[in-house]
């Protein structure tokens, strides 16, 4: 079974036009969280803090996952998509080359808003492969029983034989939404050598496999003591060491996670904002594109 390595508590940050959310991990730690860049979580119940959106902008070198679970966000982007991300939609998009886009949220009846954007890194040689955008629906998204009374949606990766919609992504990632009844216990295969991370979105659950091993690397004051208190709740990641499985069991009102999972580039990174390339040049030679308007490409095989 895999340990915990370290647990991570997001920390408020204002993005975009004013958007306020949750920064669990971003420019900083590269190795641990390799092909992951960034992982925001938005949620809110005031408006005001985040109805000004992300407007038009640009990425480069990565490919960003939005996660709905309340409120909508509305979206376009340079190839000509545009839509509504509803509540349990997922919208993937592969920046590559180089896209233009925008995301403005709005809250439901009630003006609640809560989702996530996930940051994956592309190695250098698709860096500027053809961008490429997949607007999932909910009713596209399996969700299966597995083991321990969970309920898991699957949207990339597999339980079993059930596989989710998002295939042919270079990192060979998972993504589950995991939500695991009161005291159940869930186990879930893992790739030896590929990274694995767990965030808490729900109640709460020792996530280090067998209870009387854990690891702990005490850095800052942003990471939890596990000899002290094994169990871990909403808003918090759980980073694990190298190993074939991972097993959560869950509290006593139960726990739901996002269980996400690739394989590492262990390639340099040079990154500015939303573009990320592999040498300070490729970056200078990105944002000289930009301030030439000649940063997005149709030249693509």
Known sequence: ??????????????????????????????????????????????????RKGFPWHPHRGIETITYMLKGTVEHGDSLGNSGVIRPGEVQWMTAGGGIVHQEMPKGDAAGSMHGFQLWANLPASRKMMKPRYRGIGADEIPEVKADGGARVKIICGAIGK??????????????????????GTFTHPTTPGHTVLAYVIGGEGVFCGDEDEFSYDAIGSNYFDLS??????????AVYGDGDAVRVTAGGGGVRFLLISGRPIRESIAWRGPIVMNTREELRRAFEDLNNDSFLRYDYD
């Open 228 to 237: 002290r208190d094994r169990s871990i709740g909403d808003g918090t990641l």
């Open 162 to 183: 059930t596989r989710g919609p998002v295939t042919d992504v270079v990192i060979d990632p998972e993504y589950l939404d995991v939500s695991v009844p009161s005291n």
């Open 1 to 50: 079974m895999r340990k915990i390595v370290k647990t991570i508590k997001g920390r408020p940050v204002i993005e975009g036009a004013g958007v306020h959310l949750k920064r669990v991990f971003g420019f900083g730690e590269l190795e641990l969280f390799d092909p992951f860049l960034l992982l925001d979580d938005f949620r809110s119940d005031e408006p005001e803090l985040y």
